[in-house]
């Protein structure tokens, strides 16, 4: 693992996941038979924008529903320190014919929110302040829920994966 941080209340870790881990779950994920459910939009479920992706929620309102899949990411929320999930979602977008930004927002506010990228594209993370995170396989940018983000379309591979973590930091 290697940690850094972009700006003052965004970090970056790099190779998150042992390697055999991640190889697992990007098997899985972008296996031909892992569920994905069609969301005809990708930022606001009031308005439709022209985007769409498909999603797979893991963990739902704090835990309380629980996909099949969640072994699967156990091992993150080990390495995370075992917070108090409020919701995993992967988000599974198309390629697009440029990179779109999908509008800033907040997913709930006075957690933390963390990315990890399932597999690397020329999509990213961009903050309200600027700064840009690179979508690279195996990498978690972990920050403030208070602050607007986006997603960022790309144009290079088939698909691009995320997974999308609001939780509560473990009371020490």
Same mark, same amino acid.
Request: with cysteine; net charge negative.
């Given at each position: ?10 970090? %970056? ?29 990708? %930022? ?11 999603? *797979?929620?893991?963990?739902?309102? +704090?835990?309380?529903?629980? +996909? ?13 320190? *075992? ?34 990228? %399932? ?21 978690? %940018?972990?920050?403030? +829920? ?7 379309? *790309? ?18």
């Amino acid at each position: 693992m290697y940690t850094f941080k972009v700006s003052s209340s965004v970090t %970056v870790i790099d190779n998150f996941l042992p390697a055999h881990q991640h190889g697992e779950m990007l098997e899985v994920l972008l296996g031909a038979d892992f569920p994905w459910y069609f969301n005809p939009t990708v %930022v606001r479920y009031d308005e439709f924008d022209g985007n769409y992706q498909f999603t *797979h929620s893991v963990v739902r309102d +704090s835990d309380a529903e629980r +996909s099949w899949a969640y072994p699967l990411f156990e091992p993150m929320l080990e390495r995370l320190g *075992h917070p108090q999930l409020i919701r995993a979602k992967l988000n599974l977008g198309p390629r697009d014919t440029q990179n779109r930004e999908a509008g800033f927002h907040v997913d709930y506010t006075n957690v933390t929110t963390a990315v990890f990228y %399932v597999n690397t594209t020329n999509g990213s993370t961009k903050f309200a302040d600027g700064t840009v995170v690179e979508g690279i396989a195996n990498r978690l %940018v972990e920050f403030d +829920s208070n602050i607007p983000h986006t997603g960022v379309s *790309h144009t290079d591979e088939q698909v691009r994966c995320v997974l999308n973590l609001n939780y509560q930091r473990p009371s020490v």
